[in-house]
Each structure stands twice: as structure tokens, then as C-alpha cells.
């Protein structure tokens, strides 16, 4: 089966700029992660979906990040404006409501802010 | 809130030696989860651990989940170059349902 997929790979951008990012999880995954790892540090969780859903958004720093899931199936993130403190991986993960709940990350977008 | 630690943040080890990393939550988890992310790589899942202590294998890989379900351990057993990466634990806690990250323990493997 196809993995998570995620675009750009990599991005530059100016402090104050926007910028965001796409999440295509495995298919039929129902829940849907967005997380921030700095580098040295373990993902941490920004927001994640249940379908179209909102189930956890209590580390999302909501005056400048946002996130949907329109259709239940892709997803993207928005930073508007960025800080030089968020350059950092955006990882997106997807997992499936049955079994161990394991969880697909794809290759992250590395984001740098000059 | 809940805090996932893990020990050490660095290992170098010779190939051949063993290795191994821990896992301390600061309250009960309902399970645990480890991943493996290597150099440039995004975290893949090794293994999930539910029930009170709890021991698996997986080939050189020794994983257990403590009594208390408090804190897990990664034993690698017998060290090879492809161990290298950062090993994760991520718990789930056992009140909110949130799955935490550590911060990794890096493994370095001289050959």
C-alpha cells in the first residue's frame, strides 16, 4: 500500500512569511497527526483529526498555525506569520481506528525560517 | 501535564555490545509504543506494549513495559551498524488517551 505523503519536502521562507503544507494519509486511515519535531527532540503533537474531526488541537498554537481536513482524507497545515522558532520537521502520521493504533508517519517537510 | 523521559539522550556503542534505553512516564500509561527513526528518516513504528510487565522480542530487540506500567526499556542486544538512529517511546496516557513522545535516545554504532 502507499505511504503517508507529504509536500514540499522542503521549504525556505522569511520570518513573517506564510507558508503550508499537504498531508496525504495511507487510505481508509481515519485519524490523522500533525506534528513538530525540533531538531534533537521527539514529535511533538500539534493537532490530530478523527475523520473531518478535531480530537486534539490543545498544543496548536492558534494565532498563528492552522490546520483542516475538509473531506475527512488529506490535510493541510498553515503557519501565517512564520517565527524563526518554528523551523523544525512537520511530520504527518495517519493511523487506522483498528488494531494498535500504530502510526504511518511520511517523510516530513523540513521548514526553515531566515 | 504528563511528561515522557527517556536515558540516556546519547549512546556510542562498539559493534557487538549491547544497548539499551529508558523509558520513565510521569503517570500511568494504558500502553507504550517505540519507535525507530534513523538519520534524515521520519519515525517508524517497532512495537506496541500493553499489559503490565509485559516482555517482547523481536530478533536482537528486547522490549518491556514495567509493572506499574510507568516505564519501558529498549535492550538491543549484540549491536550492528543498522541499529544506528533514534530510538523513541511514545506513551499513551492511561487518563487522557494522548500519546506522548520522548525525546529519543541516539544510537551510535562504531564498526
Known amino acids: 500500500e502507499a505511504g503517508v505523503a507529504q509536500s514540499p519536502r522542503y521549504k525556505i521562507i522569511e520570518k513573517r512569511q506564510s507558508v503550508a503544507f499537504w498531508c496525504n494519509p495511507i487510505?481508509?486511515?481515519?485519524?490523522l497527526y500533525w506534528y513538530q519535531q525540533i531538531l534533537g527532540q521527539g514529535p511533538k503533537l500539534l493537532i490530530q483529526?478523527?475523520?473531518?474531526?478535531?480530537?486534539?488541537d490543545s498544543q496548536l498554537p492558534k494565532d498563528r498555525f492552522s490546520a483542516e481536513r475538509l473531506k475527512g482524507v488529506d490535510s493541510t497545515l498553515k503557519i501565517q506569520p512564520a517565527k524563526l522558532e518554528d523551523s523544525a520537521v512537520y511530520l504527518c502520521a495517519s493511523s487506522s481506528v483498528r488494531g494498535t493504533n500504530e502510526q504511518f508517519f511520511g517523510p516530513g517537510t523540513r521548514l526553515t525560517v531566515l | 501535564g504528563q511528561q515522557v523521559m527517556q536515558i540516556p539522550q546519547y549512546q556510542h556503542v562498539q559493534e557487538g555490545e549491547d544497548f539499551t534505553t529508558y523509558c520513565n512516564s510521569s503517570t500511568t500509561l494504558s500502553n507504550i509504543q517505540w519507535y525507530k527513526q534513523r538519520p534524515g528518516g521520519h519515525p517508524v513504528f517497532l512495537i506496541q506494549l500493553v499489559k503490565s510487565g509485559e516482555v517482547k522480542k523481536q530478533k536482537r530487540l528486547t522490549f518491556q513495559f514495567g509493572e506499574a506500567k510507568k516505564n519501558s526499556s529498549l535492550h538491543i542486544t549484540a549491536t550492528q551498524t543498522t541499529d544506528v538512529g533514534t530510538y523513541f517511546c511514545?506513551?499513551?496516557?492511561?487518563?487522557?488517551?494522548?500519546?506522548?513522545f520522548g525525546q529519543g535516545t541516539t544510537l551510535q554504532v562504531k564498526p
Open positions: 483529526f478523527q475523520n473531518n474531526g478535531v480530537v486534539d
Open positions: 487510505s481508509g486511515h481515519a485519524t
Open positions: 511514545a506513551g499513551r496516557s492511561g487518563n487522557t488517551g494522548k500519546l506522548i
